[in-house]
């Protein structure tokens, strides 16, 4: 889970919207930002946030996936072995 910080004396929330179609929606703050540092924090704070979900949600494919392609002991194929007859 990602957490976005920011400093109620030199952010303020302007507008918030969403969107939803179906099970997902897009949701829109806008803020207004004063000072270029706080901008920094605010923006890095946000590709952060963005990162951690993409690394969680890349890390749970691949487990679901090595999860998937491993079959149940019991369950595994069988080899099987060409015979051609007796060729003595």
């Given at each position: 889970?990602?957490t976005?910080?920011?400093?109620?004396?030199?952010?303020?929330?302007?507008?918030?919207?969403?969107?939803?179609?179906?099970?997902?929606?897009?949701?829109?703050?806008e803020?207004?930002?004063?000072?270029?540092?706080?901008?920094?924090?605010?923006?890095?704070?946000?590709?952060?946030?963005?990162?951690?979900?993409?690394?969680?949600?890349?890390?749970?494919?691949?487990?679901?996936?090595?999860?998937?392609?491993?079959?149940?002991?019991?369950?595994?194929?069988?080899?099987?072995?060409?015979?051609?007859?007796?060729?003595?």
């Amino acid at each position: 889970m990602s957490t976005i910080y920011f400093n109620s004396e030199h952010v303020e929330i302007r507008a918030i919207s969403a969107n939803v179609k179906g099970p997902r929606a897009v949701v829109k703050v806008e803020l207004v930002v004063v000072g270029s540092h706080e901008l920094g924090f605010l923006l890095d704070d946000l590709e952060r946030a963005k990162a951690d979900i993409k690394r969680q949600r890349a890390e749970k494919a691949a487990s679901a996936k090595k999860a998937k392609g491993q079959p149940a002991i019991g369950h595994q194929q069988l080899l099987a072995i060409p015979y051609f007859g007796d060729r003595s």
